[in-house]
């Protein structure tokens, strides 16, 4: 692509500095421009169409161009454009989101505290640990157990939870109070001739030794993806989420699901916690929350975490943290209408009918001679390509997510992985056109090799 002086690519490199990519390679190369969507397609600034195959990332549930969306967070913007919630102020929306919230909690919930973005809430969650350890008399339990290829975000100690190498080099992370357990991802870490079940207790094994080294007295929370996505689309072995659950007891550590990517039907179920039976003190969820459509993001908690942080508020005289935006009116007017549109069109059940022909659809993709495996569940998937050994890490994914988004389909490529996310609403039809689309991609890249 030739950039023209002035054009928007040329703008963009001019004065836009971009998150998440090689920001010399980007003063080359620029951006592509995306400048509209409807349903599951965004279209370029050419008028290329693309079929969204990650929903943005990994969050746009009802598609692009939801009108009841949009009519949503004009009202509230018409009605009262902004307020806050500090010093005993609330607002409508936020009360309502959080009402329903707790309705379809998948565990019994006891309050809702509204953020922006998945990093900020899990940051939060990170410094309620502490105030609420420091709050029962714990000031030693402090620990905070995180798994590596763990995505949580990329703030301070959000970023610290995160397991992923590029996340902490150079920015100083991880704080030393953060500590990472093995990556229970069978397919990449499973040894040879070893069994999923005995890879499962060799990971329970891993989780329980960290802690014994550690000191059970020390670490306070566990953090996980009920299927970790940025990691790379890795779903968990047979047992795993029971057995963790089991040794998080045993040592009175509580337990954090990030559900950033899985809350809101992503695997079928409401909740992956519902998928995996797990029964979390704390849930963080954002992205299919408000699709996107406005910066969103919620934790949720039970009682037993809650109770002792309003103690300790109550003690120093107030609970010492917020942000403009907590609980935003715009944001949680445009969250409430989404999680109703989730509900009334049985998105979830959407996702839980069309998992076979997904699944069956990455198989199938998975018998080609560029691609080793594949995995997934409920409407989020990934091909393992078979590395190239003389390019280097990634260059297979790389070139096959290229040469897919030439032929209109926008993907993610993480490590050897192709990933797939597409909206909620996606049809049979349309999982067809994309699965089509990256099989010619595959040919095409097939034939240069
Ligand atoms: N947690 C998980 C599981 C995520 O996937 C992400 C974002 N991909 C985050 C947290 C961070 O969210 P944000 O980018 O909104 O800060």
């Not at 040329?10 to 990519?21: N, W």
């Not at 779903?235 to 809350?263: F, H, M, N, R, S």
């Not at 594949?374 to 393992?384: K, M, N, P, V």
Request: charged share 20%; proline share 5%.
């Amino acid at each position: 692509m030739s950039i023209t002086p002035n054009s928007v690519e040329a703008r963009d490199i001019a004065y836009h500095m971009h998150p998440a990519v090689n920001l010399r390679k980007f003063e080359e190369k620029g951006g592509l421009v995306i400048e509209s969507g409807d349903g599951v397609y965004v279209y370029d600034n050419t008028g290329k169409r693309y079929i969204e195959g990650l929903a943005g990332l990994w969050s746009v549930a009802v598609g692009f161009g939801e009108k009841r969306l949009v009519e949503a967070a004009a009202a509230q913007l018409q009605k009262l454009p902004y307020y806050h919630s500090f010093n005993y102020k609330t607002n409508g929306p936020s009360v309502d989101l959080a009402e329903l919230l707790i309705s379809i909690a998948p565990v019994p919930m006891s309050k809702v505290h509204f953020t922006s973005s998945g990093s900020e809430a899990n940051d939060l969650v990170a410094k309620m640990v502490w105030y609420r350890s420091n709050a029962l008399g714990k000031p030693e339990k402090k620990k905070i157990i995180g798994r590596i290829k763990g995505y949580h975000g990329v703030t301070i100690a959000a970023g610290s939870i995160t397991g992923i190498p590029a996340n902490h080099t150079s920015f100083d992370l991880p704080l030393d109070r953060m500590v990472h357990t093995s990556c229970p991802s069978f397919p990449h870490f499973g040894e040879d001739g070893e069994s999923e079940e005995a890879f499962t207790a060799r990971m329970l094994k891993d989780l329980e030794d960290l802690i014994v080294k550690e000191g059970p007295e020390t670490i306070a929370a566990f953090w996980g993806e009920p299927v970790m996505g940025a990691g790379g689309v890795l779903t968990p072995p047979k047992g795993y989420w029971e057995g963790v659950q089991v040794i998080l007891k045993k040592y009175d550590i509580l337990l954090v699901a990030d559900e950033v990517i899985c809350g809101f039907g992503r695997t079928g179920k409401m909740f992956a916690c519902e998928t995996y039976d797990i029964k979390p003190d704390v849930l963080v969820i954002s992205k299919q929350l408000s699709s996107s459509y406005m910066p969103l993001s919620a934790i949720m908690m039970n009682d037993n975490f809650y109770q002792p942080i309003a103690d300790e508020s109550d003690k120093i005289g107030v609970f010492a943290h917020g942000f403009t935006a907590s609980g935003h009116p715009v944001a949680t007017a445009v969250g409430l209408e989404n999680v109703k549109i989730i509900i009334e069109r049985d998105l979830v059940g959407n996702a839980a009918r069309l998992e076979k022909t997904f699944l069956d659809g990455l198989a199938k993709l998975a018998e080609h001679p560029l691609v080793d495996s594949s995995r997934g569940i409920g409407l989020i998937g990934a091909l393992e390509l078979t590395p190239w050994e003389q390019e280097g890490a990634g260059a297979a994914a790389l070139a096959v997510a290229e040469a897919i988004q030439e032929e209109g389909c926008i993907i993610r490529n993480i490590g050897e992985a192709i990933c797939f996310c597409p909206p909620l609403i996606i049809t049979a039809e349309q999982i067809e056109e994309m699965f089509a689309i990256v099989l010619r991609a595959l040919n095409k890249v097939a034939e240069t090799r």
